[in-house]
């Protein structure tokens, strides 16, 4: 056995595109695309020649080879799944809101989750993978009183679910700015922009450090490492503009365009969730086969 | 008497743009009675970019936005009390803590193309008996027919009128008219227009809007708003009742609450400066200007050259971050 067999309940657009960056991954192989309908992303996987069911996550359950399940579908079926995923032994990457499990930024926290007992990890909001490594690397060496973000996605790359619950995106975000992104206070904003030609997703940091002596030179460098850190696993990770101090309010803009697997390149919103979520599923594959990594 | 138009005075939001922020507790209670007692139908509070928007991206507010709420409840006695609600900054437990201070109505705004994200934060508010306003931002940024479409989904929400708003002060009132016209005929509920007097349009505009089918218009004492200022509240009880429209408004007690409260309160004259003409002429957001005047301070840009890029990019509302961007951009050019 080389590689650890995974599946994906949700053959919706993200489902689909995690499907191709699981197709290349070193670890994990595309076992199983789990929907509840016959639909063009379960017929797309079945083109692939991947192991398909229409049946629901039933039929998941009864694959014993299945190690790791990532749950692209809602908040509610995560919260309704994750019981029986567990029972089952499986390893849940919750790309919902549910938040069943903690919190997971692969550049933050990903190795010290692996070192908990836990088997389910959720990956806060597409906004919170893109914001919450630049708030993270700069109360890491000054503090952070306040953390605040803006994200800008094109309006084309927001699903109905997030249009819909539009709440949960800056609640969640907010709520991980504080638990992983090491500020006391995190608030975060959304907006959606309807301009065509889709412009890239656009993010801004600002964080109201603690440290008010700590050298600007040790933030620059920081955020620098971050990004670095980051760009590994999403290549359009593109520092726009780099640290401003003034005062206690340091400010950092990323751009994060996308690997165009399955969505639109402007959709790095959906490409930085998914490619956290398949760093995330590497290393806990890795593990699985006893391959550090 | 002429048709019954219903007045929104929003001097206590989107002139809070105008002094960035910084209401006390004791002038909203001065601001709030004096509008209430001079018979407008609706006084909206809140931050300028709506409740939750005190932020480094659009200014702290001075005083704790809830206790504003209160100070305005225990004061207006006839009026709706509303606040402005953005999805993407305020949630619904925002609004419920509003409304626990006495707020008993909230515009829900969007970006014109986005009413959608609207959906959960009218229908609660409809669910806790509010009077719900659904808001599309930046109506220069779209068509007729389309504006329409979305203001059918507002209904469909429970909105109880759609107000149109014309953020970037960009519209003639030919494009006003044919707006409101078009939302007019899609929707059963009233329709309302906001305006920004960038182009020295603000009052025309408004008269256009209401020929063409609104009953319900904004407007803000001395004109305090975004950009270069909105409709000015006295101003249109002068000319609504030249035009022998019915409204509630006392001309003399807005004249007085303008110059006993308000023209105090400018620190900086709320006119067509080159900087908000240049507003209305790129159609960019009338709340960016003193963001834009700050940012080309620091990067040493000229503000107008900002004002372009931001337009030619297709900046909204809310994305005060990108001023910074488009600013260090031009400076390392």
New interface residues.
């Given amino acids: 056995m080389d590689k650890i067999k995974v599946a994906i309940i949700g053959p919706g657009n993200i489902g689909s595109d995690l499907m191709y960056k699981i197709m290349r991954s070193k670890y994990m192989e595309m076992a199983l695309m789990v929907g509840i309908k016959e639909s063009e992303g379960t017929k797309r996987a079945e083109g692939l020649g991947i192991p398909v069911t229409i049946n629901g996550i039933q039929d998941l359950l009864g694959h014993k080879d299945i190690k790791i399940v990532f749950e692209a579908t809602s908040a509610a079926a995560h919260a309704a799944n994750a019981p029986l995923l567990h029972e089952a032994g499986m390893f849940a990457i919750d790309l919902t809101p549910a938040a069943v499990g903690p919190y997971m930024v692969p550049v933050v926290n990903l190795d010290k989750l692996l070192q908990m007992d836990t088997d389910n990890i959720n990956l806060v909001t597409c906004g919170g993978q893109a914001t919450i490594p630049l708030v993270y690397a700069v109360t890491r060496v000054a503090g952070g009183e306040y953390g605040e973000i803006v994200s800008c996605i094109s309006s084309k790359s927001a699903g109905v679910g997030t249009r819909a619950n539009i709440d949960e995106f800056t609640e969640t975000t907010a709520k991980a700015i504080e638990v992983v992104g090491g500020a006391d206070r995190g608030k975060a904003i959304i907006i959606l922009n309807p301009a065509e030609p889709p412009l890239m997703m656009t993010n801004t940091v600002y964080v109201k450090i603690k440290d008010k002596n700590c050298e600007f030179k040790k933030i620059e460098d920081s955020v620098l490492d971050i990004v670095s850190q980051v760009q590994k696993y999403v290549p359009g990770y593109k520092l726009k503009v780099p640290p401003i101090l003034d005062g206690d309010k340091v400010t950092v803009s990323v751009e994060v365009e996308g690997q165009g697997d399955f969505l639109p390149k402007y959709s790095g919103n959906l490409d930085i969730i998914n490619a956290a979520a398949v760093q995330a599923g590497d290393r806990i594959a890795a593990r699985m086969l006893g391959k550090g990594e | 008497m002429g048709k019954r138009i219903y007045v929104a005075d929003t001097t206590l939001r989107d002139g809070s743009h105008s002094i960035a922020h910084t209401y006390s507790i004791e002038q909203v209670k001065r601001i709030g009675q004096a509008l209430d007692e001079a018979g407008v139908d609706l006084i909206e509070i809140s931050h300028g970019d709506g409740i939750?928007g005190s932020?480094?991206?659009y200014g702290f507010q001075k005083t704790d936005e809830y206790e504003l709420y209160s100070a305005a409840a225990s004061v207006v006695k006839n009026a709706k009390l509303g606040i402005l609600l953005l999805?993407?900054?305020g949630?619904?437990?925002d609004l419920k803590k509003a409304a626990a201070c006495g707020v008993n109505a909230v515009r829900v705004a969007t970006?014109i193309?986005?009413a959608?994200?609207s959906?959960?934060?009218i229908k609660f508010a409809k669910s806790i008996n509010m009077f719900v306003t659904g808001f599309l931002m930046l109506a220069h940024?779209s068509t007729p027919e389309a504006i329409s479409e979305q203001a059918k989904l507002m209904e469909s929400y429970g909105a109880d009128y759609i107000n149109i708003a014309d953020s970037a002060g960009h519209m003639l009132p030919e494009q006003v008219a044919a707006v409101i016209k078009a939302v007019k005929a899609a929707v059963a509920i009233p329709v309302g227009f906001h305006a920004h007097n960038n182009l020295g349009l603000a009052t025309g505009n408004t008269l256009a809007a209401i020929d063409a089918g609104a009953t319900w218009v904004d407007g803000t004492i001395g004109g305090l708003g975004a950009g270069a200022g909105n409709t000015q509240t006295e101003v249109l009880a002068a000319v609504l009742s030249l035009r022998g429209y019915e409204t509630n408004l006392n001309l003399y007690k807005l004249l007085d609450l303008d110059e006993q409260e308000v023209e105090p309160l400018k620190n900086h004259p709320q006119v067509i400066d080159s900087t908000s003409l240049m507003l209305g002429y790129a159609g960019v957001y009338s709340s960016f200007l003193l963001h834009v005047k700050r940012a080309a301070e620091k990067f040493k840009q000229d503000p107008r050259d900002i004002l372009v890029e931001l337009g030619r990019?297709?900046?909204?509302?809310?994305?005060?971050?990108?001023i910074?961007?488009v600013a260090?951009q031009l400076s390392k050019k």
């Fill in positions: 939750a932020s480094y991206n999805p993407g900054i949630t619904i437990e970006h193309t986005e959608d994200i959906a959960q934060h940024m990019r297709g900046m909204i509302g809310g994305q005060e971050d990108m910074i961007d260090y």
